[in-house]
């Protein structure tokens, strides 16, 4: 925004100014009469002077609410955006009616006027309350201070009408763009209220498709080593303690990383930080090939793990597009498809890329030749040793490939996407502007760090599994190096539905019973998750390894899918902040269990991880947020019932393409107030 000084008058750009005022004067409106709904079911009995009377004091009390709310938003205006208190008096003066029920001496604002279609709706049943209280107490519409001529249609295709929905596909005044393709929730930062998974509209399904791709570049980044631990750790000479030191390290950097990822993500945005992460971890990944000693494997595999903290941008990105309603599946689905990354490092560099380049490097058509007698032994010596420099060569050449893939998501990501509904994140207006009270907030949340345990559990558990599962199967039941990373992948594909399936299980229970139906959904996937681990550990044949890897890869995933449903609800000022503390959970449990690997043997540290992952269940009964029940006890708030009523459930995830924006409709990825500035 533009300000100019002269002689102590200040002049603005007027479509600016006009845009800072609209957005207060809709977000106001929306409270005055959000709260006015919220006072219509109060009990009263039949006595006249009782019913005018609370008619009289419900209105009160919306026009005091929101007096203050209009006081705090018209400070913010003149401090932080600098236009001046005559400007936005003047505005607000011209915009607003006078109520009859209002003293003209007294302090209180007049109602605000708005046309957000979730006002209607309230102000149409408030109405036909008030018609009934008027009926009794012999009182008009007009000393009601209800106009019949005040009218105000949503211009949305969502008609405000019995059983559809009362959402809106109209932009906030400070949005870059002036209607979506998805409905949203004005009350909520223009998030979605459903998910259509076939769209890329910007800005709120290019941000869902971007969050998961990017993330899952970042993850085949970091896991783009394991499959090949064991030929590295031939090449190199490495014990198995070196070669678990290794992936120690490698998790351990995430987990620093993603501490400070939440309040970079809160003060700069998700695009901007995502793509940073891409670019650095492309550096060590691209150079891993030139790796001769355990000492710099240790420091290439520290380096590389910072990879790990594009999950938090990631799982911070889909909350800033989507209402806490339905986070849960969408943070679910972008993050499983993200982790679906290690399956698919398994196979690709395990599998695929590295027995083609060993061939490549062999020779074309090369085959051992027909030998007998003494020259026998030194011929297999001639086949081994070139067998081992191929081997030695493709594992170093196909780490480059990674590298590239992540530079060019880089690009994409900054290119075509945006930091939240509105635009850039400069627009956002919750929530501390500092990186230290950003985390300090979300720091001081006891929710904060019993979701983090929880994700200790569960991610913790999977990320040890992609680092075990090859080399377990290898050494445990005599597979090779393609055949074992073929089997681990399987854990990691389960990805494509098991997360998200218990994100969405999680959302479906808070529709019926509130957040209480999401800890049960917690507590549910963490038992059955740590049995089947514990079960994991006792199988002997191949056949019913991999029967229970897949059941159990299956509740692990639902567990870390239930866990982030339950993180937007903490503090959604700081999503950003509590998003990097649980992820770092994660990946703290990834070190501790890798520890239990590198010092056990295998099977006994499946064991005490099974019996680690039950245990947490417990902790769930801990979480308590306020306004909502908790495990066993207390009610939730009216305010969160009534939400939870107009949430959009259940067929939040749609799969049809939307349909095309009608002629003259502004619907489209062009349809931007201003050019995003990158």
């Known amino acids: 925004m533009t300000v100019t000084t002269d002689d102590n008058e200040a002049s603005i750009h007027s479509s600016d100014s006009s845009r800072e005022i609209g957005d207060l004067q809709h977000v106001a409106g929306g409270q005055v009469d959000s709260t006015i709904a919220l006072q219509r079911n109060d009990g009263f009995d039949d006595d006249s002077a009782a019913l005018a009377n609370l008619s009289a004091r419900r209105r009160k009390l919306a026009r005091e609410l929101a007096a203050q709310y209009l006081e705090e938003e018209a400070q913010y205006l003149e401090e932080e955006e600098k236009i001046p208190t005559s400007l936005i008096n003047e505005r607000l003066s011209t915009s607003v009616t006078p109520s009859a029920t209002v003293n003209p001496a007294s302090t209180l604002v007049p109602e605000v006027q708005t046309c957000d279609p979730v006002t209607v709706q309230m102000k149409a049943e408030l109405k036909l309350q008030d018609d009934e209280d008027s009926k009794d107490i012999g009182t008009t519409d007009e000393e009601d201070g209800i106009d019949d001529e005040e009218k105000c249609m949503p211009s949305s295709t969502h008609e405000i009408e019995d059983g559809s929905s009362p959402f809106s596909n109209q932009a906030a005044p400070d949005s870059k763009y002036t209607t979506y393709h998805v409905a949203v929730n004005p009350h909520q930062q223009d998030r979605a209220v459903d998910i259509p998974l076939y769209s890329a509209a910007r800005p709120h399904m290019r941000g869902f498709h971007m969050a998961w791709l990017s993330f899952f570049v970042s993850f085949f980044v970091w896991f783009a080593m394991t499959p090949l631990l064991s030929e590295i750790g031939h090449s190199l000479d490495l014990s198995r303690k070196e070669i678990w030191t290794s992936s120690v390290l490698a998790v351990s950097s995430s987990a620093v990383t993603r501490m400070f990822m939440g309040p970079l993500n809160d003060k700069y945005g998700a695009r901007w930080v995502m793509a940073t992460t891409l670019v650095v971890v492309a550096i060590p990944t691209g150079l891993a090939g030139l790796v001769n000693s355990a000492a710099s494997l240790y420091v290439v595999r520290l380096l590389i793990g910072m990879a790990g903290s594009a999950f938090v941008t990631c799982q911070y990105w889909t909350s800033s597009m989507f209402t806490v309603e339905i986070a849960g599946t969408a943070n679910a689905l972008a993050a499983g498809w993200g982790n679906m990354a290690g399956g698919v490092a398994q196979i690709l560099m395990g599998t695929l890329l590295f027995p083609l380049f060993k061939i490549i490097f062999q020779g074309e058509g090369y085959s051992r030749p027909e030998v007998s007698g003494d020259d026998e032994e030194k011929d297999t010596d001639d086949v081994d040793e070139k067998n081992e420099r191929a081997a030695d060569l493709a594992w170093r050449v196909i780490l480059v490939f990674p590298a590239l893939l992540s530079i060019g998501m880089a690009w994409i990501v900054i290119r075509y996407s945006d930091d939240t509904p509105k635009g850039n994140v400069n627009r956002r207006r919750e929530g501390p502007t500092s990186a230290t009270s950003s985390f300090r907030k979300g720091a001081c949340s006891l929710n904060t760090w019993l979701l983090s345990f929880h994700y200790a559990c569960s991610f913790g558990v999977e990320i040890t599994m992609i680092q075990a599962a090859a080399l377990y199967f290898k050494e445990e039941f005599g597979q090779s190096t393609e055949a074992a990373a073929a089997i681990a992948s399987i854990f990691g594909w389960m990805n494509l539905f098991a997360r998200g399936l218990g994100g969405f299980l999680s959302d479906m229970a808070n529709a019926k019973i509130g957040l209480r139906g999401r800890l049960i959904v917690q507590v549910v996937t963490l038992v ?50 509590i998003a990097g503390i649980v992820g770092a959970g994660g990946n703290i449990g990834g070190v501790g269990f890798a520890l239990l690997f590198r010092g056990l043997d295998d099977r006994e540290a499946f064991r005490w991880m099974g019996l680690t992952v039950v245990g947490s269940a417990a902790w769930t009964a801990l979480i308590r947020i306020p306004g909502h029940r908790t495990l066993f006890t207390g009610e939730d708030s009216r305010l969160i019932m009534e939400n939870r009523v107009l949430a959009n459930l259940p067929g939040m ?20 107030v201003g050019q995003d500035h990158l």
């Not at 002997?540 to 993180?567: N, R």
């Open 653 to 672: 995830v749609s799969f049809p393409s939307p349909p095309a924006p009608a002629p003259g409709d502004a619907m489209n990825t062009s349809n931007h």
């Open 528 to 577: 059955l998750e740590g049995i089947l681990v514990i079960a994991f550990s006792f199988t002997d044949t191949l056949a019913s390894a991999i029967m229970v890897m897949v059941v159990f890869s299956i509740f692990v995933q639902a567990a870390e899918g239930s866990t982030f449903g339950i993180v937007p609800y903490v503090d959604s000022t700081v999503t950003g902040t």
